[in-house]
Every structure is written in C-alpha cells, then in structure tokens.
C-alpha cells in the first residue's frame, strides 16, 4: 500500500491530537512562494510560523487561511523582481 501526503497529515494529527481540517493546498503554495521568493530553509520555519500566529488568533482554519494569505503576500513583496540585478541573490553570479 503507497501511503500519500493526506495520510501522513491525517497521522500527525492523530498523534497530535489536532482535530482541524486546513486548507493543505493553500499553506503548500504558501511555502512554494516563500522557498522561491525568500528562501529555501524559510518555507518550514515559515509555516511554523503561521501555524503559531493563527494559534495566538483563537485557532482554526479561519485564522490559519488569514496567516497564510498575510504571509504569501509579504512573500510576494521580498520576492526579487526580473528586471533587478540582484534577482539570482546573495553571492550568486
């Protein structure tokens, strides 16, 4: 039997003891536009934090979609432009 990304979700949850249904897909592409618009390594921390932020708000997928949104726009804004020099980032030619 191939396990999926919705099995390991729905483990994780079990294990934590997490009963909340999120958008999974919406808070993938969040951490798509952080990887490749910040960096890497921040996409996991990223949804840490998020997941923090939305706890702090009351919980749920309400506040967990609103951290997620907040955080994909600001990614989007440190995202370097095409036409800027500095796009390939730090260091790199």
Same mark, same amino acid.
């Given at each position: 039997m191939?396990?999926?990304?919705e099995?390991?979700?729905?483990?994780?949850?079990?294990?934590?003891?997490?009963?909340?249904?999120?958008?999974? $897909?919406?808070l993938?592409?969040? @951490?798509?536009?952080? *990887?490749?618009?910040?960096?890497? +390594? /921040? !996409?996991?921390?990223?949804a840490?934090?998020?997941?923090?932020?939305?706890?702090?708000?009351?919980?749920?997928?309400?506040?967990?979609?609103?951290?997620? $949104?907040?955080?994909?726009?600001? @990614?989007?804004?440190? *995202?370097?432009?095409?036409?800027s +020099? /500095? !796009?390939?980032?730090?260091?790199?030619?």
């Amino acid at each position: 039997m191939e396990r999926t990304l919705e099995d390991w979700i729905a483990e994780v949850k079990a294990d934590l003891g997490i009963d909340l249904d999120v958008d999974v $897909r919406g808070l993938l592409d969040t @951490a798509r536009v952080v *990887a490749h618009g910040v960096a890497r +390594p /921040a !996409a996991p921390l990223t949804a840490f934090l998020i997941g923090y932020a939305a706890a702090r708000q009351g919980g749920g997928a309400e506040a967990v979609a609103e951290a997620s $949104r907040r955080t994909t726009a600001l @990614a989007e804004r440190w *995202a370097p432009s095409d036409e800027s +020099p /500095a !796009a390939d980032g730090p260091g790199e030619p």
